[in-house]
T-cell receptor, first 109, second 110 residues
Framework: KQEVTQIPAALSVPEGENLVLNCSFTDSAIYNLQWFRQDPGKGLTSLLLIQSSQREQTSGRLNASLDKSSGRSTLYIAASQPGDSATYLCAVASNDMRFGAGTRLTVKP | DVKVTQSSRYLVKRTGEKVFLECVQDMDHENMFWYRQDPGLGLRLIYFSYDVKMKEKGDIPEGYSVSREKKERFSLILESASTNQTSMYLC?????????FGSGTRLTVV
């Protein structure tokens, strides 16, 4: 059974910093990996999807990488802003979809 | 803009009531899912469906059932609501380009 781990569980940074969120998974036989953002009391908003054949995806200030062989993905956020404060979840699709517990990010003005 | 729509944002129901949570997607996705999300437990899969009239149990199906009579609609049914089913319920649909989630239903059972 696929297990997904996100480290750190919480992160607080000052505005303007670049930061990296980590996601690891136990089974490298995946179809894709998806990063989501969740604001308190809301649903999940998709940020980036990386297919298993890809190494990275970029959208604006966000860059996600995938290393299947080591079972790792990172989400890089450049020049963080207070509006980036949210919980970030990674999800790995193999036989089903497994979610990490999330990293709660706070960006302080 | 493609969407997954959950019929209610907030619901309050009494113990023992039969509860219906509705989810509709307009993306022609084959796959649909119901999750619940609880603090400290993350997202847990209740049921999913890969086609009309098909359903598969997820990790925590007890106390729930589902219905998928049309491709675009996937309903979650709490046969007899209990207080331990108080939670955030999230519906999603997917294709090879990933998952799209609804905005969630916060259900409180009193």
């Amino acid at each position: 059974k696929q297990e997904v781990t996100q480290i750190p569980a919480a992160l607080s940074v000052p505005e303007g910093e670049n930061l990296v969120l980590n996601c690891s998974f136990t089974d490298s036989a995946i179809y894709n990996l998806q990063w989501f953002r969740q604001d308190p009391g809301k649903g999940l908003t998709s940020l980036l999807l990386i297919q298993s054949s890809q190494r990275e995806q970029t959208s604006g200030r966000l860059n996600a990488s995938l290393d299947k062989s080591s079972g790792r993905s990172t989400l890089y956020i450049a020049a963080s802003q207070p509006g980036d404060s949210a919980t970030y979840l990674c999800a790995v699709a193999s036989n089903d979809m497994r979610f990490g517990a999330g990293t709660r990010l706070t960006v302080k003005p | 803009d493609v969407k997954v729509t959950q019929s209610s944002r907030y619901l309050v129901k009494r113990t023992g009531e039969k509860v219906f949570l509705e989810c509709v997607q307009d993306m022609d996705h084959e796959n649909m899912f119901w999750y619940r999300q609880d603090p400290g437990l993350g997202l847990r899969l209740i049921y999913f469906s890969y086609d009309v009239k098909m359903k598969e149990k997820g990790d925590i199906p007890e106390g729930y059932s589902v219905s998928r009579e049309k491709k675009e609609r996937f309903s979650l049914i709490l046969e007899s609501a209990s207080t331990n089913q108080t939670s955030m319920y999230l519906c999603a649909s997917s294709n090879s380009y990933g998952y799209t989630f609804g905005s969630g239903t916060r259900l409180t059972v009193v």
